[in-house]
């Protein structure tokens, strides 16, 4: 299972961003998707997650900016940043869990994608 992370840029505040975190490999349940970010000198702190029960969860300063979601066909979720502020300038990193067709359960992550929002 491979996890491809993309999106990142820079922005100034104010803009959009959307990240992508495409999930491949011989996958039977995307069980999961977890979004964190990672400021500078800072601790990794989740931003967002999202279930296959259907349950979203947001980081309190995220709220009703950010929004995750899934493309069902592509296996991809999605992180859809609006209204971004210089404090959300971070290495994103997704983590999923997945279960894979011989029905093991992993934990997995992409490589980060870097998020500059200017002021």
């Known amino acids: 299972v491979q996890l491809q992370a993309s999106g990142g840029g820079l922005v100034q505040a104010g803009k959009s961003l959307r990240l992508s975190c495409a999930v491949s490999?011989?996958?039977?349940?995307?069980?999961?998707v977890f979004w964190y970010r990672q400021a500078p000198g800072k601790q990794r702190e989740l931003v967002a997650s999202w279930r296959n029960s259907g349950v979203l969860d947001y980081l309190e300063s995220v709220k009703g900016r950010f929004t995750i979601s899934r493309d069902n066909a592509k296996n991809t979720v999605y992180l859809q940043m609006n209204n971004l502020k210089p404090e959300d300038t971070g290495t994103y990193y997704c983590n999923a869990g997945v279960t894979d067709r011989r029905s093991r359960v992993g934990d997995y992550w992409g490589q980060g994608t870097l998020v500059t929002v200017s002021s």
């Open positions: 490999g011989s996958i039977y349940s995307l069980n999961r």
